[in-house]
Protein backbone atom coordinates (compact mmCIF):
# COMPACT_ATOMS: atom_id res chain seq x y z
CA UNK A 1 0.00 0.00 0.00
CA UNK A 2 3.02 1.98 0.86
CA UNK A 3 4.02 1.90 -2.64
CA UNK A 4 0.76 2.05 -4.44
CA UNK A 5 -0.17 5.27 -3.17
CA UNK A 6 2.74 6.53 -1.37
CA UNK A 7 3.90 5.89 3.08
CA UNK A 8 2.98 9.75 3.85
CA UNK A 9 -0.93 8.43 3.21
CA UNK A 10 -0.58 5.26 4.55
CA UNK A 11 -1.82 5.58 8.27
CA UNK A 12 -1.67 2.16 10.53
CA UNK A 13 -3.99 1.06 13.64
CA UNK A 14 -2.52 -1.66 16.09
CA UNK A 15 -4.80 -3.10 19.46
CA UNK A 16 -2.13 -5.20 20.46
CA UNK A 17 -4.36 -6.18 23.68
CA UNK A 18 -8.05 -5.89 22.63
CA UNK A 19 -9.57 -9.44 23.30
CA UNK A 20 -12.88 -8.54 20.59
CA UNK A 21 -13.75 -11.49 18.77
CA UNK A 22 -11.81 -13.82 20.80
CA UNK A 23 -8.44 -12.01 19.86
CA UNK A 24 -5.46 -13.02 22.30
CA UNK A 25 -1.87 -12.95 22.05
CA UNK A 26 0.38 -14.91 24.77
CA UNK A 27 3.28 -11.98 25.31
CA UNK A 28 1.50 -8.65 23.84
CA UNK A 29 4.64 -6.71 24.75
CA UNK A 30 6.72 -8.28 22.68
CA UNK A 31 4.01 -8.22 19.97
CA UNK A 32 4.16 -4.31 19.49
CA UNK A 33 7.56 -4.30 20.24
CA UNK A 34 8.41 -6.06 17.47
CA UNK A 35 5.90 -4.46 15.23
CA UNK A 36 6.52 -0.96 15.86
CA UNK A 37 10.19 -1.91 15.14
CA UNK A 38 9.78 -3.35 11.89
CA UNK A 39 6.99 -0.52 10.63
CA UNK A 40 9.92 2.18 10.85
CA UNK A 41 10.79 0.58 7.52
CA UNK A 42 7.75 2.15 5.79
CA UNK A 43 7.74 5.58 6.85
CA UNK A 44 3.98 5.87 7.65
CA UNK A 45 2.16 9.06 8.26
CA UNK A 46 1.27 7.38 11.69
CA UNK A 47 1.19 4.42 13.74
CA UNK A 48 -2.03 4.19 16.02
CA UNK A 49 -2.42 2.05 19.01
CA UNK A 50 -4.91 1.09 21.16
CA UNK A 51 -3.87 0.58 24.24
CA UNK A 52 -6.05 -1.28 26.54
CA UNK A 53 -8.48 -4.13 25.78
CA UNK A 54 -12.04 -3.30 25.48
CA UNK A 55 -12.69 -5.80 27.75
CA UNK A 56 -10.47 -5.39 30.36
CA UNK A 57 -9.16 -9.18 29.71
CA UNK A 58 -5.10 -8.32 28.39
CA UNK A 59 -3.33 -6.07 30.67
CA UNK A 60 0.08 -4.60 29.65
CA UNK A 61 1.91 -1.16 29.31
CA UNK A 62 1.86 -1.06 25.39
CA UNK A 63 2.54 2.49 24.53
CA UNK A 64 5.81 3.45 26.56
CA UNK A 65 7.09 0.12 24.17
CA UNK A 66 5.85 1.40 21.24
CA UNK A 67 7.44 5.23 22.11
CA UNK A 68 10.28 3.36 22.80
CA UNK A 69 10.64 1.09 19.21
CA UNK A 70 8.26 3.06 16.70
CA UNK A 71 10.41 6.46 15.56
CA UNK A 72 7.98 8.09 13.34
CA UNK A 73 4.56 10.17 14.65
CA UNK A 74 2.57 8.07 17.68
CA UNK A 75 -1.20 8.75 18.14
CA UNK A 76 -2.67 7.09 21.27
CA UNK A 77 -6.14 5.81 21.80
CA UNK A 78 -8.54 3.93 24.18
CA UNK A 79 -10.24 6.15 27.56
CA UNK A 80 -8.01 9.54 27.44
CA UNK A 81 -9.71 12.52 28.71
CA UNK A 82 -8.42 15.74 26.99
CA UNK A 83 -6.48 16.56 30.10
CA UNK A 84 -4.22 13.27 30.23
CA UNK A 85 -3.90 13.45 26.47
CA UNK A 86 -2.45 16.64 26.89
CA UNK A 87 -0.16 15.93 29.21
CA UNK A 88 0.75 12.75 27.53
CA UNK A 89 1.66 14.90 24.38
CA UNK A 90 3.59 17.51 26.72
CA UNK A 91 5.67 15.11 28.16
CA UNK A 92 6.31 13.77 24.96
CA UNK A 93 4.71 9.79 25.54
CA UNK A 94 3.16 10.45 22.29
CA UNK A 95 2.57 12.97 19.57
CA UNK A 96 -1.23 12.72 19.15
CA UNK A 97 -4.28 11.08 20.50
CA UNK A 98 -7.98 9.95 19.10
CA UNK A 99 -10.55 10.22 20.88
CA UNK A 100 -13.86 7.59 19.76
CA UNK A 101 -16.44 7.43 22.03
CA UNK A 102 -16.15 11.16 23.29
CA UNK A 103 -16.86 11.89 19.69
CA UNK A 104 -19.86 9.77 19.08
CA UNK A 105 -21.47 11.63 22.82
CA UNK A 106 -20.05 15.09 21.63
CA UNK A 107 -20.07 15.98 17.44
CA UNK A 108 -18.46 19.04 18.46
CA UNK A 109 -15.67 17.57 20.68
CA UNK A 110 -12.78 19.66 19.58
CA UNK A 111 -14.85 23.35 20.24
CA UNK A 112 -16.33 21.88 23.63
CA UNK A 113 -12.41 20.72 24.20
CA UNK A 114 -10.95 24.31 23.46
CA UNK A 115 -13.66 25.92 25.71
CA UNK A 116 -13.09 23.44 28.38
CA UNK A 117 -16.84 22.86 28.72
CA UNK A 118 -18.68 19.96 30.12
CA UNK A 119 -18.71 16.78 27.92
CA UNK A 120 -22.04 14.31 27.49
CA UNK A 121 -21.32 11.13 28.58
CA UNK A 122 -21.04 8.58 25.67
CA UNK A 123 -24.27 6.43 25.37
CA UNK A 124 -22.82 2.49 24.38
CA UNK A 125 -27.22 1.60 23.95
CA UNK A 126 -27.12 4.36 20.77
CA UNK A 127 -23.61 3.76 19.08
CA UNK A 128 -25.42 1.71 16.65
CA UNK A 129 -29.10 2.56 16.94
CA UNK A 130 -29.54 4.46 13.33
CA UNK A 131 -28.48 1.85 11.50
CA UNK A 132 -30.45 -0.82 13.87
CA UNK A 133 -33.72 1.18 13.62
CA UNK A 134 -32.99 0.79 9.31
CA UNK A 135 -32.74 -3.06 9.33
CA UNK A 136 -35.77 -3.04 11.51
CA UNK A 137 -37.67 -1.00 9.77
CA UNK A 138 -37.03 -2.89 5.81
CA UNK A 139 -37.65 -5.83 7.92
CA UNK A 140 -41.12 -5.00 9.03
CA UNK A 141 -41.39 -3.40 5.70
CA UNK A 142 -42.02 0.80 7.00
CA UNK A 143 -42.70 3.23 5.05
CA UNK A 144 -39.29 4.44 2.40
CA UNK A 145 -39.67 7.97 4.52
CA UNK A 146 -38.64 6.78 7.96
CA UNK A 147 -35.33 4.87 6.16
CA UNK A 148 -34.80 8.12 4.93
CA UNK A 149 -35.53 9.96 8.07
CA UNK A 150 -33.27 7.89 9.92
CA UNK A 151 -30.33 7.53 7.54
CA UNK A 152 -29.81 11.24 8.13
CA UNK A 153 -27.94 10.02 11.95
CA UNK A 154 -25.88 8.03 9.85
CA UNK A 155 -22.31 9.90 9.77
CA UNK A 156 -21.91 10.75 5.95
CA UNK A 157 -18.02 9.08 6.62
CA UNK A 158 -19.36 5.77 7.76
CA UNK A 159 -18.95 2.69 5.22
CA UNK A 160 -22.62 2.19 4.67
CA UNK A 161 -24.47 1.48 1.41
CA UNK A 162 -27.96 2.15 2.31
CA UNK A 163 -29.42 0.41 0.03
CA UNK A 164 -27.67 -2.95 1.36
CA UNK A 165 -28.76 -2.52 4.80
C1 LIG B 1 -19.44 1.90 18.03
C2 LIG B 1 -17.97 1.62 17.96
C3 LIG B 1 -17.46 0.95 16.88
C4 LIG B 1 -16.11 0.68 16.81
N1 LIG B 1 -15.63 0.01 15.73
C5 LIG B 1 -14.31 -0.26 15.64
C6 LIG B 1 -13.78 -0.96 14.51
O1 LIG B 1 -14.49 -1.35 13.60
N2 LIG B 1 -12.44 -1.19 14.48
C7 LIG B 1 -11.61 -0.78 15.47
O2 LIG B 1 -10.39 -1.01 15.38
N3 LIG B 1 -12.09 -0.12 16.56
C8 LIG B 1 -13.39 0.15 16.65
N4 LIG B 1 -13.88 0.80 17.75
C9 LIG B 1 -12.94 1.19 18.82
C10 LIG B 1 -12.58 2.67 18.71
O3 LIG B 1 -11.85 2.92 17.53
C11 LIG B 1 -11.72 3.11 19.89
O4 LIG B 1 -10.52 2.36 19.91
C12 LIG B 1 -12.42 2.93 21.21
O5 LIG B 1 -13.68 3.57 21.19
C13 LIG B 1 -11.57 3.45 22.36
O6 LIG B 1 -11.34 4.83 22.25
P1 LIG B 1 -12.12 5.87 23.19
O7 LIG B 1 -11.82 5.49 24.61
O8 LIG B 1 -11.62 7.22 22.81
O9 LIG B 1 -13.58 5.68 22.87
C14 LIG B 1 -15.23 1.08 17.85
C15 LIG B 1 -15.76 1.76 18.95
C16 LIG B 1 -17.11 2.02 19.02
C17 LIG B 1 -17.63 2.72 20.23
Known amino acids: MTQAIGSERVGLRLS ?3 SFNS ?3 S ?3 ALIGFLADKLNAFKLAYLHVM ?3 FFGVQKADV ?3 AREKYKGVLVGNMGYSADEAEAAIAEGKLDAVAFGTA ?4 PDLPARIRAKAPLNAPDSNTFYRAIQTIR ?3 SHKSPPQKIEETSRFIPKALPF ?3 KL
Open 136 to 138: HCR
Open 51 to 53: RAD
Open 23 to 25: MKD
Open 161 to 163: DLA
Open 103 to 106: FLAN
Open 16 to 18: PLN
Open 63 to 65: MPV
Open 27 to 29: DPL
